[in-house]
């Protein structure tokens, strides 16, 4: 697999990592704020928010985040994917902007403008270093190896 | 009767403390979950040959991966800490933004990625965009 260009499923990885995460804390948070108090003489009700449907979704997205997040790091550079991901920031503010109709300032504007630069900026370089040479065999082309033996 | 007061804001010195202790921590888990990863192998061709579980075995079987994983849950915990202390407007933005940087440094000291200067450039601006858009 070149690594210089991303195919569109590793596009759509980069996409379910910036998406995720920020979706997933607002689902929390959102779920958080609707219970009751939740104190330390009580904790199993803490417990019994993780079934509430905001707290379960939140969890099923942070979830999705760690495993895409983790798939993007086995192909690409922690220098691409953290800041590649960062966009996620920018749908959320705009999510919060058009669709919750919150007032952005001209200061989170001007991070939005930075942010997007940015990503474009690396989005635009190779997503991984390239090395040398010989390195020791992946668990994938263990396994290849392995059926070729067979 | 005694009237509640806030409590007093912790000193420069200690809330860099906070604000530094998250930012290691959340470098070193980063560094370490990615290094896990790569010595692990591309995860699509792992599941594309072993199936779902052979990839999950292959991450689960990585001791780098747990410290990776430990140093983030230290992280969080120093968040959680430092947000008992100080105020979310200061930790949140701060925190996020430097680790950009930082991870940026320890991915070409530790990592040996080809930080060159449109990556970073790309932190720099994301670490300045994530501030103002957090702040």
């Keep these: 697999m070149s690594h210089a260009r991303l195919s569109p499923r590793q596009y759509l990885i980069l996409g379910l990592v910036s998406l995720c995460a920020p979706l997933g804390d607002t689902c929390l948070s959102r779920g958080m ?5 939740i104190t330390l003489a009580h ?5 019994a928010a993780v079934f509430t449907p905001w707290i379960a979704a939140g969890i099923a997205l942070l979830i999705c985040f760690f495993a895409s997040y983790l798939t993007a790091l086995s192909w690409a550079d922690l220098t691409f994917v953290l800041p590649a991901t960062a966009f996620g920031n920018v749908i959320v503010a ?4 058009f669709w919750l109709h919150e007032p952005i300032s001209l200061e989170r504007w001007a991070g939005i403008v930075l942010i997007t630069v940015g990503v474009g900026l690396v989005a635009q370089g190779p997503s991984l270093t390239e090395r040398p040479v010989a390195h020791a065999p992946s668990l994938a082309e263990t ?6 033996q067979a | 009767m005694t009237i509640p007061y806030p409590a007093p804001q912790p000193g420069f010195s200690a809330a860099t403390a906070m604000i530094a202790a998250i930012i290691l921590a959340s470098t070193a888990g980063e560094v370490l979950t990615a290094a896990a990863m790569k010595s692990v192998g591309d995860l699509d061709e792992i599941r594309a040959h ?5 990839a999950i ?3 689960l079987t990585c001791p780098l991966f747990f410290a990776g994983v430990s140093f983030l849950a230290l992280a969080f915990f ?5 947000l008992n202390h100080l105020n979310l407007s200061l930790v949140a933005p701060a925190s996020a933004s430097l680790t950009l940087v930082t991870n940026a440094v320890a991915g070409k000291i530790f990592l040996k990625e080809n930080v060159d200067r449109r990556r970073w450039t790309s932190a720099v601006l994301v670490c300045i965009g994530v501030y103002l858009l957090a702040h």
Excluded: H, N, Q, W
Aim: hydrophobic share 50%.
């Design chain 2, 57 to 59: 075995r292959a991450v």
């Design chain 1, 33 to 37: 704020t609707g219970l009751p108090e």
């Design chain 1, 94 to 97: 705009l999510l919060a902007r």
């Design chain 2, 78 to 82: 120093a968040l959680l800490f430092a």
């Design chain 1, 43 to 47: 904790p199993f009700t803490l417990i």
């Design chain 1, 143 to 148: 396994a290849d190896m392995g059926k070729e």
């Design chain 2, 50 to 54: 072993s199936g779902l579980k052979g």
